[in-house]
């Protein structure tokens, strides 16, 4: 593979809040050695030109005189000139907008939720195949050094997982909330589950799921939701799903899951609130109980950046008795960290320009696909609908 440097060049499909996150991000300064870097070279907006001549100067995007700015999405994804389109816009327009792209034959970085449902989602990854494309969810936390490290180096040692415990609640609805937000706004699909559960849910699946023992099965079993308290529209707040693991041809349950989520709970909502994404809260926000130690991980579960391992075994009993606690650190090296997704994408973009492809890839499809299919069930359970509009199965390919 080349180790020449990469310059990825990048469209932003919409200038949104997490978009002022991701671009400056992968914009930051990277050392001479890193073999890829990031520019803007795109974007589009629906809210034109002035707004996103002063959106760009205000969030520092270097080299904006250079970027090209479109008012149609569809002009954009038609003859623009780069590497990826990231795709920021609310989820309901996920699919619409990540089709078009991929009808275009364009790379695709598109924000979490990747769809509405699973059998959107399967539609797409078959349609990337076929265009012999890169596809893939901005399921952030998935790339972050402490995720892999659990996975890699933690939960391959730490015997089978049989119970997890995953919450993200983040009280992200305040008063001050104008009803046109998408967190209020059902068409923008609003709803704790999509939104936020999706994290938890991605958890609970890294721990029943890393390593996926072959034949094992994870469905959700119990679902129950509470919706926002005085608002229009029944949007979700307070969900609780329960995921068992079933294993083997006797199909044993082996492990539970339990998810937790909310966009009201716990925590003040006085804006701006996002900057309390960092407050370190008092329980650990995943909790991962295997046969030979357990595996908290605190708040916020969307970056973590320590993993604190408590062994079971006798020789890890301090001279009182107690569990010895080992707190690993695997901080994010710059920004927010929501860069590191943008580097795997890159990578394998530039493989498949210096090797050839054959067919389409999906990073992480395996995993998608799961916590969607997981979204699916609690939604169904829990008798959180959207209606056939954002629920629904476009045209097959
Ligand atoms: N990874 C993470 O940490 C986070 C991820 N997200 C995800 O990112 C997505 C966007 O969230 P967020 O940034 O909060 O959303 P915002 O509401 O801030 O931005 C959404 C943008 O989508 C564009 N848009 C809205 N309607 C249309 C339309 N009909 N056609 C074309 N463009 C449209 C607008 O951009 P413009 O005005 O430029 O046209 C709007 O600003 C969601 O799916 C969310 O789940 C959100 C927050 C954090
Ligand atoms: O992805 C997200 O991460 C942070 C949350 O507060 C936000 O609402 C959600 O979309």
Known sequence: MSTERFTCRWAALSLSNIAAVFLPDILLPRDESESIVHKLVAASTTSGQERA????KEHKIEGAEGIKLFHL??????????????????????????????EHK???????????TRAQYES????????DVVLMEA?????????????EELLPKIGPVKRVYADFSFPIVSPELSVSSRFLEKQAGAGALLDQGVYALTWADIALNSPRTPGSTTQVVY????PVPDVAHDIDDINT????????????????????????????????FYRRLQAPRPAPAVLIQATDAQVSIPFPPIRPQELHVQWYGREFVDEEGMEREEVIRKPVERGWGIWYQADVIAAKVRERQTEGSGEGVVIGKEESLR?????????????????????????SI
């Open 241 to 272: 799903v329960v995921l068992s693991r079933i294993e083997g041809p006797s199909d044993r349950q082996t492990a539970i899951g339990i998810v937790t989520t909310s966009m009201t709970l716990p925590g003040s909502n006085k804006p701006p």
């Open 223 to 226: 679902a129950n939701t509470m």
């Open 139 to 151: 399921m952030w936390t998935h790339y972050l050094p402490a995720t892999k490290y659990l996975q």
């Open 371 to 395: 916590v969607l299919g997981y979204l699916d069930e609690a939604r169904r359970i829990g008798g959180i609908r959207y209606g056939e509009e954002l629920e629904g199965l476009p045209p």
């Open 106 to 116: 364009r790379n695709v970085l598109v924000e979490k939720p990747a769809t509405m």
């Open 53 to 56: 001549t002063n959106w760009l």
């Open 124 to 131: 797409l990854v078959k349609l990337a195949v076929h265009q």
């Open 73 to 102: 999405w569809e002009e954009m994804l038609e003859t623009g000139d780069f590497d990826v389109v990231y795709i920021s816009t609310p989820h309901p327009l996920h699919y619409k907008h990540v089709r078009k792209a991929l």
